[in-house]
């Protein structure tokens, strides 16, 4: 098992930033990738940003160029950095955790943090 704390959200001005932060423990071994997703009301889960064990990145269109995702190894932690915020940013973000022990996947999430932009 795989715990995940994050911490970092809030409330901040459009054109604001914060950071993100996801702490994992646990039965951190074998862990492939790490990332963010969001979930703004009405709306599905999406993925915002991830990055692998090896430092490869991926993010949503709608946040290239503003969000970084980067990893602390040896703390087990990912971050997010959300620069130039804007109102559609506002939403729960969840942390995510894929690991891969023998040829079996496994998937974790965080509690979830609320990020809400203001306009």
């Known amino acids: 098992q795989v715990q995940l704390v994050e911490s970092g959200g809030g409330l901040v001005q459009a054109g604001g930033s914060l950071r993100l932060s996801c702490a994992a423990s646990?039965?951190?071994?074998?862990?492939?990738?790490m990332g963010w997703y969001r979930q703004a009301p009405g709306k599905q889960r999406e993925l915002v940003a991830r990055?692998?064990?090896?430092?490869?990145?991926y993010y949503a269109d709608s946040v290239k160029g503003r969000f970084t995702i980067s990893r602390d190894n040896a703390k087990n932690t990912a971050y997010l950095q959300m620069n130039s915020l804007k109102p559609e940013d506002t939403a729960v973000y969840y942390c995510n955790v894929v690991q891969t022990i023998a040829t079996m996947g496994y998937e974790y999430w965080g509690q979830g943090t609320q990020v809400t932009v203001s306009s």
């Open positions: 646990g039965s951190i071994f074998s862990i492939n990738a």
């Open positions: 990055i692998t064990n090896v430092g490869g990145t």
